[in-house]
Nanobody, 128 residues
């Protein structure tokens, strides 16, 4: 079965950068859409970014657009989230998720319930 393992979280200051990584195993990497979601204390899980199965299309939440970049390395089976210009409001547990299939529709890949597999999450804390 598919397994996802995140790494790269930590404590940083506002304005700093951080890269999260998600290592994929247990399936055919190119058959999945990958998403990053985050959940802050007391808030619902929210969509951050997604990348299509072939890596040729990406999409971002408005709150992170132009600051975050999602990418994938097929040879390493890794999905990365490069986060620049971090703000205190970016503080959350970030989770990687995988959705099998080839439905690249924003109303689908932005919803947590569309994803088949989840990582354990990694904490990102941004101090002001």
């Amino acid at each position: 079965q598919v397994q996802l393992v995140e790494s790269g979280g930590g404590l940083v200051q506002a304005g700093d950068s951080l890269t999260l990584s998600c290592l994929f195993s247990g399936g055919f990497f190119s058959n999945y859409i990958f998403g990053w979601f985050r959940q802050a204390p007391g808030k619902e899980r929210e969509f951050v970014a997604a990348i299509r199965w072939d890596g040729f299309s990406t999409n971002y939440a408005d709150s992170v657009k132009d600051r975050f970049t999602i990418s994938r390395d097929k040879s390493k089976k890794v999905v990365n989230l490069q986060m620049n210009s971090l703000k205190p409001e970016d503080t959350a547990v970030y989770s990687c998720a995988a959705m099998s299939g080839f439905t690249w529709v924003r109303t689908v890949y932005t919803k947590p319930e569309s994803y088949n597999a989840w990582g354990q999450g990694t904490q990102v804390t941004v101090s002001s």
